[in-house]
């Protein structure tokens, strides 16, 4: 098998199996980071409130900060992280307070947007030639200004919360 797969929708879906079956994270300095230690068996939206989301959305944001100087030297280690990113953190926050999740409706939307600046910036860095680092740079930032956005709305909801 080819040790580099440049389909970013297969390489999703065997990254999430992996990680589904037990096959954890391809980077050790994450592997299990920010789960809460019953997630395994009640799933991540089950168990996991705010707190987790904040987490989450943190440690995409500083995955994220390397990849524009990272794609020219190790563009499938770039492409790679993001799609682990994206399983591991991206994915829970959607499940957690993504649409469908009975969150405020400019929450869920900003988790949506968030969502789709994610593939965006998953589809560049699946390009061949790779591209260049300004491009990334700008994916990176409009992925990191979503998830602010995120986090911006989560505090605004928590605080209508904590007023009731």
């Given amino acids: 098998m080819p ?19 037990g096959g954890g994270s391809a980077d050790p300095s994450i592997e299990g980071a920010s789960t809460p230690p019953s997630s395994a068996a009640a799933g991540p939206a089950a168990t996991a ?11 995409i944001r500083e995955g994220i900060a390397p990849l524009p100087g990272q794609v020219g030297s190790d563009p499938e280690g770039a492409r790679q992280r993001a799609v682990e990113l994206y399983v591991t953190r991206q994915e829970r926050i959607e499940q957690t307070v993504g649409p469908g999740t009975g969150s405020a409706a400019d929450l869920a939307a900003s988790v949506h947007e968030a969502e789709a600046r994610f593939h965006e910036l998953m589809q560049l860095l699946a390009e061949t030639p790779p591209p260049d680092s300004i491009r990334v740079a700008a994916a990176v930032e409009a992925l990191d200004a979503g998830l602010a956005e995120v986090l911006d709305r989560l505090a605004t909801a928590d605080a209508g919360e904590a007023a009731r």
Wanted: with cysteine.
């Fill in 49 to 59: 409130g705010a707190d987790s989301v904040v987490v989450w959305a943190r440690e």
């Fill in 3 to 21: 040790r580099s797969i440049r389909c970013p929708i297969l390489s999703i879906s065997l990254l999430a199996a992996a990680v589904a079956c």
